[in-house]
């Protein structure tokens, strides 16, 4: 896939990293995502793609990390890579089969079973918004028992504000930064579109 959207921006595929950037907001689209959902990244944090899928942007498979774990985990994962790539290649053509057989079917479902309650552990969080409790999968991130609770607590605290100048007056004035409104209050909106549509008729 090329392009991926999110909040309305289009980010393009880098084929020399695998990762999805936006070249006008400067930023790669897990780290939008991610701030999206939860604010600024700290400083020293990465964040890392859980399944290591850089086009699985979704804000569930996206985990905060110190960036040194960060770092250590993917050069361990490489240098297993590299270690294991010469056995695989001889091993491949075994292993798909064993794998595609019913012995391999079954091994399959039967690790399944043992694992599937760490893989989807459940627990009881409290909403930071509303105060509710929910039963949520463990992902590290979780604060809200809804997007619509996550929604609003970003525009009651203000994270996404900005300070724009009102086309009609030209005072200043706080709004959220995915607003399209150009104007400072309800009655300016309206005198500006009035003062269009006259200027359109002259």
Not at 4 to 22: A, C, P, R, S, V
Not at 39 to 52: A, C, L, M
Not at 95 to 106: A, F, I, L, V
Request: hydrophobic share 20%; glycine share 6%; net charge positive.
């Amino acid at each position: 896939m090329k392009y991926q959207y999110f909040d309305g921006i289009k980010f393009t595929l880098d084929e020399n990293t695998g990762y999805y950037l936006n070249s006008t907001i400067r930023t790669r689209l897990h780290r939008y995502v991610w701030e999206f959902y939860n604010g600024k990244i700290p400083s020293g944090y990465e964040v890392h793609h859980v399944d290591h899928d850089k086009s699985n942007n979704d804000i569930e498979n996206l985990k905060l990390l110190p960036r040194k774990e960060h770092l250590k985990y993917h050069a361990s994962i490489a240098g297993k890579r590299n270690v294991e790539n010469g056995l695989l290649d001889r091993i491949r053509p075994m292993t798909k089969e064993w794998h595609s057989s019913e012995d391999g079917r079954e091994w399959h479902r039967k690790h399944y079973e043992k694992t599937k309650d760490k893989l989807h552990e459940e627990k009881e969080f409290i909403c930071e918004q509303c105060g509710k409790t929910y039963i949520s999968e463990v992902t590290g991130t979780n604060r809200f028992c809804s997007n619509k609770c996550k929604s609003k607590w970003r525009r009651d605290s203000g994270i996404d504000d900005e300070t724009r100048i009102c086309e009609y007056c030209g005072k200043e004035f706080r709004i959220n930064k995915y607003s399209k409104s150009k104007t400072c209050s309800k009655s300016c909106s309206a005198k500006l579109r009035h003062k269009k549509r006259k200027s359109e008729v002259d």
